[in-house]
């Protein structure tokens, strides 16, 4: 088959005898439609973290076609359309019983024995995907992955109605954040956003406000607040600075959700504020099978319109020009899809 893969840090090449992957009993074969290209996939390409051994095949933001099914795996046929989580979890433990599978304590496991899905074909276990309703287009399904993750944000910040909300990072999973928080009744969303591309993007979107980290960001958040701040708080840029002018922006008995990964870098976190003013530090990772069912239900129905953030679209034999160009473009674009078959 036909992958994409990582042989070196900053080095993708087209392989187009690259072996399939192994299918266990348990297992779904599918064709990948589109990949979206993730910050994770992004940072992985350019700095070569220790855990991720090359040459590797990247991609877990599929949606794709079941082409072969496994002796035990049930609720699915060929033809049917899926998306889910990638890398397999061990699906004993009692995290993968109740569908947390990305806490799984084998995951790290799953992610070097199969490829990802910037690839022709993927298995997955039957019990880590979602069907995909008829009429769903692909390049939107897409990004039900992503969308499942901004939904575990949504639910792990216990958002009320009225509520209002500072997200910091405008990449595809911060607006995506951002309008689930809308969905959710939130009387005002800002974010906060030094690109102005992405900035432009999230007005577009629906952004109540849309800051630049540059300017004097903490008066315009108390405007918009009545002096108090953020009853909610979601940081998604991954940076010590936007950690710190998150914590600044949250109110006393607030809550802030930590999103973003954060890797080799000093954080400058104050323990002293959020205990004296009783805030909650909340983080929040990946998806399980709850917000995947929920994010399918959103996208599909276009209730989320995931529609304005693909901004690129590519195929395998493009990845190496599609990965240097978001380094070099600073976070211009938003979501880029790589059609894979």
């Given at each position: 088959m036909r992958a994409a893969v990582l042989k070196a840090p900053g080095s993708i090449e087209l392989d187009r005898a690259y072996p399939e992957p192994p299918m266990g009993p348990d297992d779904l074969k599918l064709k990948v439609d589109y990949t979206g290209i993730c910050g994770s996939d992004l940072h992985v390409f350019a700095v070569d973290p220790p855990m991720m051994k090359m040459p590797v095949v990247l991609g877990h933001e599929f949606s794709a076609q079941v082409v072969e099914v496994g002796a035990q795996a049930r609720g699915f046929a060929p033809g049917d359309r899926a998306v889910g989580l990638i890398y397999p979890g061990c699906g004993r433990c009692e995290y993968c019983a109740q569908g947390d599978f990305t806490l799984c304590d084998l995951r790290a496991v799953g992610m070097t024995e199969r490829n990802g899905s910037f690839a022709e074909f993927i298995t997955v276990p039957a019990r880590q995907l979602f069907l995909v309703p008829e009429g769903t287009p692909a390049d939107e399904a897409a990004l039900i992955e992503p969308a499942s993750v901004a939904v575990h944000a949504i639910r792990r910040s216990r958002l009320s109605v009225g509520e209002r909300v500072v997200v910091f990072g405008g990449g595809p999973l911060g607006l995506l954040i951002m309008k689930l928080a809308q969905l959710g009744g939130a009387d005002r969303?800002?974010?906060?956003?030094?690109?102005?591309?992405?900035?432009?993007?999230?007005?577009?979107?629906?952004?109540?406000?849309?800051?630049?980290?540059?300017?004097?960001?903490?008066?315009?958040?108390?405007?918009?607040?009545?002096?108090?701040?953020?009853?909610?708080?979601?940081?998604?840029?991954?940076?010590?600075?936007?950690?710190?002018?998150?914590?600044?922006?949250?109110?006393?008995?607030?809550?802030?959700?930590?999103?973003?990964?954060?890797?080799?870098?000093?954080?400058?976190?104050?323990?002293?504020?959020?205990?004296?003013?009783?805030?909650?530090?909340?983080?929040?990772?990946?998806?399980?099978?709850?917000?995947?069912?929920?994010?399918?239900?959103?996208?599909?129905?276009?209730?989320?319109?995931?529609?304005?953030?693909?901004?690129?679209?590519?195929?395998?034999?493009?990845?190496?020009?599609?990965?240097?160009?978001?380094?070099?473009?600073?976070?211009?674009?938003?979501?880029?899809?790589?059609?894979?078959?």
């Open positions: 969303v800002l974010l906060v956003e030094p690109v102005a591309g992405r900035r432009e993007l999230a007005r577009k979107y629906g952004a109540d406000l849309a800051l630049d980290p540059a300017d004097e960001i903490q008066g315009q958040i108390n405007d918009a607040t009545d002096g108090r701040g953020a009853d909610v708080v979601f940081e998604v840029a991954g940076s010590g600075r936007a950690f710190a002018a998150a914590g600044k922006a949250v109110r006393k008995q607030g809550r802030m959700v930590v999103v973003a990964v954060y890797e080799g870098r000093d954080i400058p976190y104050n323990p002293n504020r959020f205990v004296g003013d009783e805030i909650d530090l909340v983080h929040s990772f990946w998806a399980n099978a709850v917000d995947f069912r929920r994010a399918v239900n959103l996208v599909s129905s276009r209730k989320l319109d995931v529609r304005p953030l693909i901004t690129g679209r590519v195929g395998l034999d493009q990845m190496q020009s599609a990965m240097d160009g978001l380094l070099a473009d600073r976070g211009e674009q938003s979501k880029i899809l790589v059609a894979c078959s």
